[in-house]
């Protein structure tokens, strides 16, 4: 076992540190992304639906035009 242990290699103390101001600035994008997903993913506003609806259209179409 030691013999294993020794052969994985030492192991280095260290701990990461964050960058302040780029956690702040993450959080504010991470706010405002999480905004975006409810008001499109979750049924304030039925965008995503009809966006998805329109996909659904135009591959149907392909295939029946025989597009591919």
């Not at 302040?20 to 409810?38: C, K, M, N």
């Amino acid at each position: 076992m030691r013999a294993a242990a020794a052969a994985m290699g030492a192991r280095v103390e260290s701990a990461y540190v964050p960058d302040e101001d780029a956690a702040r600035v993450y959080d504010e994008l991470y706010a405002e992304y999480s905004t975006l997903h409810d008001y499109f993913g979750r049924g304030a506003n039925e965008v995503m639906s009809r966006l998805k609806a329109l996909r659904r259209r135009q591959s149907a179409a392909r295939v029946e035009g025989g597009a591919s």
